[in-house]
């Protein structure tokens, strides 16, 4: 009978996040994110599945939630690493990407909606996410606040997020 290793590590969760531009829109997805359930406006994006490779991931994603057909990203928008209870040491990604086809119709249960929304919009719709850590990356960023391929730690523990360092 073999040992069981305690020492293996557990899996981490990655996520990848789209930045999709029509002009001066930028697509956003509605879903369930609040921290009650409720229904809120967000960039597209999911987990990284066992034996994918992150812009994999992205296409897959981008394709499941929005119907829309990306090409590889071109450019890394922000990266997020959040230590929390329930997903310690998760790292989520966000991708520019510049090539897409397609009409937008999300394919994905979760996903009540996809749509392209001028920038003051979507900012709008953005600052209303009640979470910092799903909240000011994005808002950041897409304000121009924040330069691209920034960096943000955050530690979640007992309700309480933390911005530990931001680069």
Excluded: C
């Amino acid at each position: 009978m073999a040992a069981e290793n305690t020492n293996a590590p557990e899996p981490r969760v990655q996520l990848v996040i789209g930045v999709v531009r029509r002009g001066d829109e930028i697509l956003l997805v509605q879903e369930s994110l609040g921290a009650g359930g409720e229904i809120l406006w967000s960039l597209p994006g999911g987990g990284v599945e066992a034996g994918e490779l992150m812009n994999e991931a992205l296409r897959r994603e981008i394709r499941e939630e929005t119907g829309l057909l990306v090409g590889d990203p071109v450019r890394t928008a922000f990266l997020m690493h959040i230590d929390s209870e329930r997903h310690p040491s998760a790292l989520a990604v966000a991708f520019e990407i510049d090539e897409w086809s397609g009409d937008v119709a999300p394919g994905d249960d979760e996903i009540r909606q996809a749509a392209f929304f001028p920038l003051p919009d979507a900012l709008k719709l953005l600052g209303e996410l009640d979470s910092a850590t799903q909240r000011d990356p994005l808002v950041g960023y897409l304000s121009g606040a924040i330069a691209p391929g920034t960096t943000w730690l955050y530690r979640n523990r007992g309700g309480e997020e933390t911005l530990v360092a931001r680069w």
